[in-house]
């Protein structure tokens, strides 16, 4: 029988959803939806059910548009990217997304305040720019990369990066009709200057993401200082980030994997690394360097 609405009694460990999902508990959190853990009877294994609650738009139509939208993920295939199943849209305006269930550390509690070395900064890297290549092929964009929304699997000595929620905030930005000049809803830490100013996220803003994510891994810090969404700003109007030694004086990072990462944040988008694959081409050259 179908849902036409979820109440908190039917996400309980051992309720079955759409006559098929097994809730397990609970997942992970994010600002706008709740993921849970479950098992798909129909043997296909377990999976994640990320919830996107029906006040989080305002008409069904905005919620219809979000789940459309959400639909043109399950087109992605990497081994980097999270894959979508399924998308449903209840009567109530709830939109539930299921995917595959992702590895169970987020890089920010994989890593902790530990600082990289060069070779593995290079492979998260690359890896993150493989998955984004396969995105940015179908005409989607990731819109928030960051320590979060990027999970890692070590569990055979050989790590495993894997993007998830992917196409959120583009997703939601399309369905409210915010237009192309509207306020940031990424996060201010990752995020390009422009889309300060208003722009929508795009391939070159994902790959700005990626780089201030590896800036972050191999020195300790991010880019820029500032603790406000002015201050952060503000820094973000440099031409190019701050020399690595200057933010983490006890780094030493390979100047060619410096050169690299700095490719990436460039303010300037006319000097920036164009797309994911140049940015994973220069990573794997600072490799060889």
Not at 186 to 215: C, K, R
Request: aromatic share 6%; glycine share 8%; with cysteine.
């Amino acid at each position: 029988m179908a849902l036409k609405t979820i109440t908190l009694f039917d996400l309980a460990p051992g309720k079955v959803l759409l006559d098929r999902y097994k809730i397990s508990g609970t997942s992970r959190h994010g600002g706008m939806s709740t993921a849970f853990q479950a098992e798909d009877t129909k043997g296909k294994g377990a999976c994640e059910l990320q919830l996107f609650p029906a006040a989080l738009f305002e008409t069904k139509k905005q919620a219809a548009e979000f789940a459309r939208s959400m639909m043109s993920w399950m087109e992605v295939e990497s081994a980097n990217v999270l894959r979508s199943r399924e998308v449903h849209a209840l009567d109530d305006g709830t939109i539930l997304l299921v995917t595959d269930l992702p590895p169970k550390s987020s890089l920010r509690d994989w890593r902790g305040d530990e600082v990289l070395d060069a070779a593995t900064v290079v492979d998260i890297g690359v890896q993150l720019c493989q998955g984004l290549a396969a995105v940015h092929e179908e005409g989607l964009v990731h819109g928030d990369v960051k320590p979060h929304t990027i999970h890692v699997d070590d569990a055979k000595k050989k790590l495993s990066i894997v993007l998830v929620d992917g196409g959120i905030t583009p997703g939601l930005w399309t369905a409210k009709h915010l237009g192309d000049k509207t306020a940031l809803i990424g996060t201010p830490f990752y995020a390009p200057v422009e889309q300060f100013g208003g722009e929508s996220p795009d391939v070159q803003s994902d790959v700005y993401n990626v780089a201030t994510v590896l800036y972050e891994l191999a020195t300790g810090v991010l880019p820029w200082k500032g603790k406000s969404f002015l201050e952060v700003f503000q820094a973000k109007l440099q031409k190019a980030p701050p020399a690595m030694k200057t933010r983490a004086p006890k780094c030493d990072v390979p100047k060619e994997l410096e050169a690299a990462i700095t490719s990436g944040l460039m303010a300037d988008k006319r000097e920036r690394c164009k797309s994911a694959e140049e940015l994973a081409k220069r990573l794997k050259a600072a490799k060889k360097g």
